[in-house]
């Protein structure tokens, strides 16, 4: 190539006459107009606006948040007519395998802890309902029966169980049966454990206490506690003075005069973000009024904090922190491990298996699974599960699958409710050609076929059979069964 | 394979039975039936053990027959020689209990249930893709969990009245005369073919709701399809359009 263009410029440099072949732009170019072309106006484009066409339709959701958020349960049908049972401490036993509705006074405060979750078909009633079982009976003697008499760190249980078995639902009945047999309970409840550890908050390092702090999350929950919990808060007088700032008014809180609801009321520092003691104070006032006021301190999906423990939020080196060096994680850990006890109350968890089942902290501190000395500290945090087994160890509690009276007493009570419908199985009609309806008919009126008689008894019982069968009595699976039928 | 295996199955079976009557003798109650078998009749039930000479008695016969005994005499030599005719023992004959045959006898004049709805099969086998049934299963089955939410009459039925109303009558046929001008024949459509008409149309129409779950779109589009609001509507009422100014064309 090299020599080949030596010899073109060589060549070129040798006859200035003859033109060498050259495809430049500027030899391509066409020659000019002879006219001049005509000037034309610089004007700005006006940019129209791209409008998006609006698509119709009820909702953006998908499916899941779709039906909890497009309000179908003001649709329902009105249930007075059955005359619902309310779940009742006192008449449990007689309760048992029935469908019960909650108290109106209890129901708002137990959707204010967020107790009534997605997928539990609530939106199929007007008002949710849950059944008495076997479990509830059982959890009501082995816990709610001792809230009044036994200290926390004494009466400490967690649900365990396979996935749909009832664990959150027992959960919202202790509640409920422990409003019912106490008026002067204290409920904290965290409705979804994973939140104090998965990042989503913002946090600050407290170096009075050294321990981070969340405020936020902090600020929400205290607000829900305080909405549930405000006839009992009312009634606590303060045991110490306090005084803060919170919208440029000063507060000077004064013990055996203000409140506890005063305090939650007014008191911003929970949410503020800047190093406070708001919370230590408010736990305080909790453990110094537990002799009269006993407190069920309850957690779902408990295992979402200790199986991760290491949480998703860093130290400034970039290392995780730990759950023990976060303020409310601190205070979960002394209080389901005992160290911080209320004179009367009780600790309630819930296990899910929305998570890995590698993940073996809270099975070890159960006694569930054996301790592996060569897990991986990810999957394994022996601190924690130490921590949770001082004081004689959290006791757990195997949530039993339905009995078949009882899944046939909840589809008996769809079935009235106007959720299950018993219709007539189809026939080959549909699809037959002239002919064979000729010859159907021809055979029904010389007696040889008999026209098909429906008995909705016997269908329904044919259907209960089918679907405690698939469900096994799992309750999460009969709701499915029953709702996604067709 | 099959053979040796029904043979051995047959021969070693009641040994162990012979074994376990010195020891528990109550189990053999089950043998007390009114036709026992060949091995029950060689090997009673009541022989406590099995001494030397119902060995030798066995080996014997095994001799015996290897050398070409045709007429067999001792029981065990009955019951070696039906080893090579194993037909009667590898037959296998279903025989109905009493309350199976009340059962059938209930249902003999009656006809069979469908297991499933036949038009709610033929909407799922119009969504599903790649094969893919269950998952198509379940985009129907959320749908009809929400159309009855919302409408709390059985879902269903909603689809029947919805597709009954939706589906066109008639269609139009392009007829070739061999001329310049074809014709347009109006030509009426079956059950089947109006359903897939307004079942297309219904489908066409929700792929443009907004929501990105399928089953959410699908609902909402029957739903209004149901109460008369769907696009699919003017569809058909220009298809019946098109059928009316060709009726000139119907061959009776």
């Known amino acids: 190539?090299?020599?080949?263009?030596?010899?073109?410029?060589?060549?070129?440099?040798?006859?200035?006459?003859?033109?060498?072949?050259?495809?430049?732009?500027?030899?391509?170019?066409?020659?000019?107009?002879?006219?001049?072309?005509?000037?034309?106006?610089?004007?700005?484009?006006?940019?129209?606006?791209?409008?998006?066409?609006?698509?119709?339709?009820?909702?953006?959701?998908?499916?899941?948040?779709?039906?909890?958020?497009?309000?179908?349960?003001?649709?329902?049908?009105?249930?007075?007519?059955?005359?619902?049972?309310?779940?009742?401490?006192?008449?449990?036993?007689?309760?048992?395998?029935?469908?019960?509705?909650?108290?109106?006074?209890?129901?708002?405060?137990?959707?204010?802890?967020?107790?009534?979750?997605?997928?539990?078909?609530?939106?199929?009633?007007?008002?949710?309902?849950?059944?008495v079982s076997e479990n509830t009976l059982r959890l009501a003697q082995e816990l709610i029966a001792k809230l009044d008499s036994t200290a926390s760190k004494d009466n400490r249980i967690c649900l365990v169980g396979p996935n749909g078995v009832g664990k959150s639902t027992l959960l919202t009945q202790a509640k409920a049966l422990a409003l019912a047999q106490h008026e002067d309970v204290v409920?904290?409840?965290?409705?979804?454990?994973?939140?104090?550890?998965?990042?989503?908050?913002?946090?600050?390092?407290?170096?009075?206490s050294g321990?981070?702090?969340?405020?936020?999350?902090?600020?929400?929950?205290?607000?829900?506690?305080?909405?549930?919990?405000?006839e009992v808060f009312k009634k606590m007088k303060l045991t110490r003075d306090i005084s803060f700032q919170s919208n440029r008014v000063d507060y000077n809180l004064k013990k055996n005069v203000n409140t506890v609801y005063e305090l939650l009321l007014h008191n911003h520092d929970f949410g503020k973000f800047a190093p406070t003691s708001a919370f230590a104070f408010f736990v305080d006032e909790l453990v110094a009024h537990s002799k009269n006021f006993p407190v069920l301190f309850s957690i779902d999906n408990f295992n979402g904090i200790t199986d991760y423990s290491q949480t998703k939020y860093h130290h400034p080196d970039f290392s995780h922190i730990h759950l023990s060096e976060f303020e409310m994680g601190d205070f979960v850990l002394k209080v389901t491990g005992g160290a911080l006890s209320f004179a009367k109350?009780?600790?309630?968890?819930?296990?899910?298996?929305?998570?890995?089942?590698?993940?073996?902290?809270?099975?070890?501190?159960?006694?569930?699974?054996?301790?592996?000395?060569?897990?991986?500290?990810?999957?394994?945090?022996?601190?924690?599960?130490?921590?949770?087994?001082?004081?004689?160890?959290?006791?757990?509690?195997?949530?039993?699958?339905?009995?078949?009276?009882?899944?046939?007493?909840?589809?008996?009570?769809?079935?009235?409710?106007?959720?299950?419908?018993v219709n007539d199985y189809k026939t080959k009609e549909s699809n037959?050609?002239?002919?064979?309806?000729?010859?159907?008919?021809?055979?029904?009126?010389?007696?040889?076929?008999?026209?098909?008689?429906?008995?909705?008894?016997?269908?329904?019982?044919?259907?209960?059979n089918n679907q405690y069968t698939i469900s096994g009595g799992n309750p999460a699976h009969l709701l499915k069964a029953s709702a996604f039928i067709f | 394979m099959s053979l040796i295996r029904a043979c051995t199955r047959r021969v070693f079976a009641p040994c162990p039975r012979i074994w376990l009557s010195a020891l528990r003798p109550a189990v053999f109650s089950r043998f007390n039936s009114n036709n026992p078998s060949l091995t029950a009749q060689v090997f009673p039930v009541n022989k406590d053990s099995i001494t030397e000479n119902d060995l030798d008695e066995w080996l014997t016969a095994v001799k015996a027959l290897k050398?070409?005994?045709?007429?067999?005499?001792?029981?065990?030599?009955?019951?070696?020689?039906?080893?090579?005719?194993?037909?009667?023992?590898?037959?296998q004959k279903f025989e109905p209990s009493e309350q199976q045959l009340a059962e059938v006898e209930e249902f003999a004049n009656k006809g069979i249930p469908l297991k499933s709805d036949p038009i709610v099969d033929s909407l799922t086998n119009m969504i599903m893709r790649h094969g893919k049934k269950s998952k198509a299963q379940?985009?129907?089955?959320?749908?009809?969990?929400?159309?009855?939410?919302?409408?709390?009459?059985?879902?269903?039925?909603?689809?029947?009245?919805?597709?009954?109303?939706?589906?066109?009558?008639?269609?139009?046929?392009?007829?070739?005369?061999?001329?310049?001008?074809?014709?347009?024949?109006?030509?009426?459509?079956?059950?089947?073919?109006?359903?897939?008409?307004?079942?297309?149309?219904?489908?066409?129409?929700?792929?443009?709701?907004?929501?990105?779950?399928?089953?959410?779109?699908?609902?909402?589009?029957?739903?209004?399809?149901?109460?008369?609001?769907?696009?699919?509507y003017d569809k058909k009422a220009q298809m019946h359009k098109t059928a009316m100014s060709s009726r000139a064309n119907i061959q009776l």
């Not at chain 1, 699958?401 to 769809?414: H, I, N, R």
């Not at chain 2, 067999?72 to 194993?86: M, Q």
């Open chain 1, 432 to 464: 037959q050609t002239a002919k064979e309806i000729l010859e159907e008919k021809a055979a029904v009126r010389a007696g040889k076929l008999e026209q098909h008689e429906f008995d909705p008894v016997r269908h329904f019982d044919r259907i209960v």
């Open chain 1, 345 to 421: 109350g009780g600790v309630l968890l819930a296990k899910t298996s929305d998570f890995g089942q590698h993940r073996s902290t809270l099975d070890v501190a159960l006694g569930i699974e054996e301790y592996d000395p060569y897990s991986k500290k990810k999957f394994l945090d022996v601190e924690v599960a130490n921590t949770l087994k001082q004081n004689g160890s959290i006791k757990p509690f195997e949530v039993k699958t339905w009995t078949k009276d009882e899944s046939k007493e909840l589809l008996k009570f769809y079935q009235d409710a106007g959720v299950l419908f």
């Open chain 1, 211 to 230: 321990k981070y702090q969340q405020p936020m999350l902090t600020k929400r929950w205290i607000y829900k506690l305080r909405q549930v919990n405000e």
């Open chain 2, 67 to 91: 050398n070409g005994k045709t007429n067999v005499e001792t029981e065990s030599e009955v019951y070696l020689s039906t080893l090579a005719t194993p037909e009667p023992f590898l037959e």
């Open chain 1, 1 to 131: 190539m090299l020599r080949l263009a030596r010899l073109a410029r060589a060549q070129a440099t040798a006859s200035p006459s003859t033109k060498a072949f050259s495809t430049t732009s500027v030899t391509m170019k066409k020659a000019a107009p002879s006219t001049p072309a005509r000037k034309t106006k610089i004007a700005f484009k006006v940019l129209r606006e791209q409008t998006k066409t609006k698509k119709p339709g009820m909702t953006h959701l998908e499916f899941k948040d779709a039906v909890g958020a497009l309000g179908f349960e003001k649709m329902a049908a009105d249930l007075s007519a059955l005359e619902l049972n309310k779940l009742s401490f006192e008449h449990l036993a007689a309760l048992k395998a029935q469908v019960t509705r909650y108290d109106a006074k209890v129901e708002p405060k137990l959707k204010t802890l967020g107790s009534f979750k997605k997928l539990q078909h609530h939106e199929l009633f007007q008002n949710p309902v849950s059944l």
């Open chain 2, 138 to 232: 379940k985009i129907i089955s959320k749908a009809f969990y929400i159309i009855y939410l919302k409408t709390r009459k059985d879902p269903v039925q909603i689809l029947y009245e919805t597709l009954d109303k939706l589906g066109p009558l008639v269609t139009t046929r392009t007829q070739l005369t061999g001329t310049a001008k074809n014709k347009l024949v109006p030509v009426p459509l079956t059950k089947k073919q109006r359903n897939r008409y307004a079942i297309t149309w219904i489908l066409d129409s929700s792929s443009k709701k907004k929501s990105p779950d399928f089953s959410v779109r699908l609902a909402e589009e029957i739903i209004a399809a149901y109460e008369g609001k769907s696009a699919g």
């Open chain 1, 187 to 208: 409920l904290l409840h965290i409705d979804n454990g994973v939140n104090l550890v998965n990042g989503s908050s913002d946090y600050i390092f407290n170096q009075k």
